[in-house]
């Protein structure tokens, strides 16, 4: 992000951002940071109005900002959308990615069988097997293992070091990031005289279309059918999603969720960051899960879900550890509390006040 | 999971199961689906006797149940294992995966040194270091790194991308999957003059037989001798174990779950999602931890052990935090109460009632 | 780990390490074992005097031991470090590793524009992208992809499957261990008319010098600017951190950790295994933080947090659930007991002990 050489004046950034500017328009701009990393000769952009008491100290030429922020003393170019407009201004400033390759590289090891749609590119010692299919413009970067039987739509990206088990269906515009594995032999064992016997999963993945799934993610296949990851669904990294499972459409799943064998969700269903989900779980439409929330039941539609302990002092939470295992005890000894007060009551004539808590 | 174009009578399917048959015998099956996306055309199975209720909504065009099972109105076979079963079905309705390939890949680089046994499958762009040894019918995919002085046992699995580091073993029958990371030098650092040095590690990783590891999972190598993953223990997706640990034979590790350096297990342990083990932790004998524990001391053998608290409506959980963490403020006012209470009962002139609780 | 053939005696191995002997000074030692693992024939060692309890059952030939520790009945060699003595003895003892391989792999895909420093290895199909920079004596393992426009720095070494994504950073005698993913297009989604959009992450990845990166570890880069890894920096496997994070120098970050995006983190900051970070989180200077806590908002410098409940036996853990979610209720009837003790203690006319408690 040293930028390109281009330059860009503040009045030609207003310009091509549609902003109003006010401050220096001839002052000049040669890369793009965030608020936190700006420095003189950058553009940077405040997201939040709620945050413009950042703006004191930042020492960029010039900040985007949403309209009706003032920052008295700095050069500001106002507009409805400053993060839409601070790509603009990125993508002008900074270097521009190389283009995108096409054609198979000569490394590559793709079967004779492989049908191969107009303007794909294969890269190097890329690996596709008998009878895949792969859509037109789609991107299969170098050392992807694409395994038999597998279907690419079009506009699919699949990046380095992703392994395609045989049979996975990708639908169109869909990426799949670096390291991921789709469509393992999930984790089916059933105990047979005291060893742990693989149950044979003869199912596969089915990703929709519009769907991101992170680096080293890994989704199993399913023991009959498929494992389904719905349309424009988005899984971020390390996540891991169980065999049989039915993710809806439009869900967002964070980093580190891992969602056990069997579970479904609806649509617009969130899940926060390590959020686990115990196996045959259903999750409603629209409900969202805090993040580091274990699940051990079904959730209903259009809720807000969590379960945590905030973090305090090591000193407090050691205390609170052992008074949380205690809480059998307390609530014992609250009960008994209560009838020797009762008691009390009856012999001094008062009547308990029950409903009055 | 659309057939392979092959069909099945009830009749025949029952047959083919040893089952006994209620409905119509001669209608076709094409599929074999779970009982969560049965359609017409296809069989599916009931595994729990106690779901019954789930078939009256179910179109499959017949249903493997458990003996004892009624079903009015569907075609059932009926089967002492629904679920073994459903997978001689599946096995004859749904398209055979391509017979394994065997030999060495030409675009493989295998070192002049290693050592075959017959029936190998070593696939494209494979790298296999000096001094290796790979056992009977070893079938090693496409992109798996093998480093100098591994010894892999008979009808060993590897699947892409998986990095086997210096020295390390795998037992006969066991299979690694894709990605995972087995042998790299551990989180081992002291912190000296400001900085953390990097400690040595010496020793390396041995897997026993019939193990299996799941995709992205890294194990790591011991700093003397080995960590040790004993014969018959399957250890799910994206888990971490750090070095010096010795798992022990029959285990079960879910998905995510990370044990920290040096840690012992004894015999089918069960460890849940996301349970985390700290450093030098023994768990004895067939002890079980629930998903999303932490765990920062020993366990005793033939236990069952859990922590956690249940996800709950958003407004309420923030509630619980902030109370669980007065929870020392808590129980001083508890004992406050007491107290007044017992000065209160001395005034009136009544006995506590301290067994009472 | 079965030793090279070489042996020490016991006296031999005092000299070589400067400690002093008490036994058997003759016997001979062929392999170098952790305490747990040692048996007659080996050098083992004691690095805590405080389990010097372990030693009785030891049948080690000789044990490194710290100064001032006794072991009645053992041939023992006490030295000031014991950990660094068992390095050197195992050093001597174990096999060494082969000589790291120089040169350019004949089956790598280098690009003709990328510039290589003196002494750099890079390993075979690994696949390097247009105007990357490798500094002098740096190792490519096999498998890598380095994108274009990466720059790499002197003595660094990356392992097998990692993909630095195009413009990473990388700083002198850093280790990016297999499977990593540095430098993928974060999770960042608008959501407009119903779909996720992703929004263009513009940025890159800069990886400090003398950092390690654990294996399948994922950095995400930055939407504009540089996501951070600090000088020094030890990131253990598994790890995600997410877009812009600034991570600070000589931090320990711990297996499955999970940093949002746009967090800062200071010097010397240790994050136990399992921590999970918010978005947009600022962590003091040296503060450090359990395994397993969840963060949602800053955190000072120089201090120690945790948040979570002991593992317990599973009924016991199950009434702690339930009584947790109802901490609300336990609140209300303590403070409904309170008034009524209030009321009696008026009737009686007893003086409340507020500041008792």
Redesign the interface.
């Known amino acids: 992000?040293k930028g390109n050489g281009m330059t860009l004046t503040v009045d030609e950034l207003a310009s091509l951002v549609g902003g109003e500017r006010s401050g220096d328009g001839s002052a000049v701009i040669r890369s793009?940071?965030?608020l936190?990393?700006a420095i003189p000769g950058c553009v940077?952009f405040l997201s939040n109005k709620h945050r413009a008491d950042r703006l004191a100290a930042c020492q960029a030429t010039a900040i985007l900002v949403p309209h009706g922020v003032e920052a008295p003393g700095k050069t500001t170019i106002s507009v409805a959308d400053p993060?839409a407009a601070?790509?603009r201004a990125?993508?002008r400033l900074?270097?521009a990615?190389?283009p995108a390759p096409v054609g198979i590289?000569p490394?590559a090891?793709v079967d004779a069988t492989v049908e191969i749609g107009e303007g794909v590119w294969i890269?190097?010692?890329a690996?596709i097997g008998?009878h895949v299919r792969i859509g037109p413009r789609s991107r299969i970067?170098?050392?992807v293992?694409v395994e038999?039987?597998c279907r690419l739509g079009a506009d699919v990206e699949i990046?380095?070091?992703v392994?395609l088990?045989?049979?996975t269906e990708v639908g169109d515009r869909s990426v799949i990031?670096?390291?991921a594995?789709i469509g393992?032999?999930g984790?089916g064992?059933r105990l047979q005289e005291?060893?742990?016997r693989?149950?044979?999963q003869?199912?596969?993945v089915v990703v929709g279309a519009?769907v991101?799934i992170?680096?080293?993610t890994?989704v199993?296949r399913?023991?009959?059918?498929?494992t389904v990851i719905g349309d424009?669904t988005?899984i971020?990294?390390?996540v891991?999603i169980?065999h049989?499972c039915?993710i809806g459409k439009?869900n967002?799943l964070?980093?580190?969720v891992?969602v056990?064998g069997?579970c479904?969700t609806g649509e617009y269903v969130m899940l926060g960051?390590?959020v686990?989900v115990?196996d045959h779980v259903n999750i409603g439409d629209r409900t969202?899960?805090?993040?580091?929330?274990?699940?051990?039941?079904d959730?209903p539609a259009n809720?807000?879900?969590?379960?945590?302990?905030?973090?305090?002092?090591?000193l407090?939470?050691?205390?609170?550890?052992?008074?949380?295992?205690s809480?059998?005890d307390?609530?014992?000894?609250?009960?008994?509390?209560?009838?020797?007060?009762e008691?009390?009551?009856a012999?001094?004539g008062?009547e308990?006040?029950r409903a009055?808590?």
């Open positions: 992000m793009a940071l965030p936190g990393a940077t993060l601070m790509l990125a993508e900074e270097p990615d190389p590289h490394t090891d890269g190097a010692f690996v008998p970067h170098p050392h293992v038999s039987g990046h380095s070091h392994l088990c045989r049979r990031h670096a390291g594995v393992r032999s984790f064992f005291g060893s742990f693989r149950v044979p003869l199912g596969s519009d991101e992170g680096s080293n890994t199993d399913a023991t009959f059918g498929a424009g988005k971020d990294n390390l891991q169980g049989n039915r439009h967002v964070a980093g580190h891992g056990s069997s479904t960051g390590k686990g115990a969202r899960v805090g993040a580091g929330t274990g699940l051990d039941g959730l809720g807000s879900f969590m379960a945590g302990i905030r973090a305090m002092p090591e407090q939470g050691k205390k609170v550890a052992v008074l949380a295992a809480l059998p307390m609530r014992r000894e609250m009960a008994q509390l209560r009838r020797r007060l008691a009390l009551e012999a001094a008062i308990p006040r009055a808590g």
